[in-house]
């Protein structure tokens, strides 16, 4: 095997992080360009257990998603990670993670009803759809979200 100066080594790692930004660079340019229609985005989070509960917050809930409401189509995650809402962690708990495909939207006034299918269906607990409805009611800033079989509703965040 032939020999690498450091001088050569800086060299290729230039090259192939330009080639690397250049690359990166190109889908996001395709993505402002192609920015048609109204898009609907948006994120909501809160506590588990809930504010129902007298116990207090241990973890939070997050849903957020981008849909394009001329085409009916987007995708919204759903994912519950360790900590209180005001800082929680990065790391998710197993298990309670959703990508939905939006398959359907149907609007009243300030409230968007987003149905679709979870993706991969082998996080879902035993009894729970693959089939889920996602209202975003932007009047009152929730969003009512399918969570372990039931629906909560989480405020908007920043």
Known sequence: MEQMDRRDFVKLAGVGTAAAAAAASVPLAAQLVQKTGDVLRFRASGGLPD?????????????????????GTGLVTSRVLAGHPDDPSMVGLPGTSRVMRV???????????????????????????????????QGRKVVLAPFVGRHKTLPFSG
């Open 51 to 71: 504010g129902g509960s007298k116990m207090p917050a241990y973890a939070t809930h997050i849903v957020e998603g981008t849909v394009d409401l001329s085409a």
């Open 103 to 137: 398959t359907g939207v149907a609007r009243k006034g300030s409230v968007y009803r987003l149905q679709g299918l979870v993706e991969d269906r082998s996080q879902l607990a035993r009894g729970e759809s693959h089939r889920v409805e996602i209202v975003v009611d």
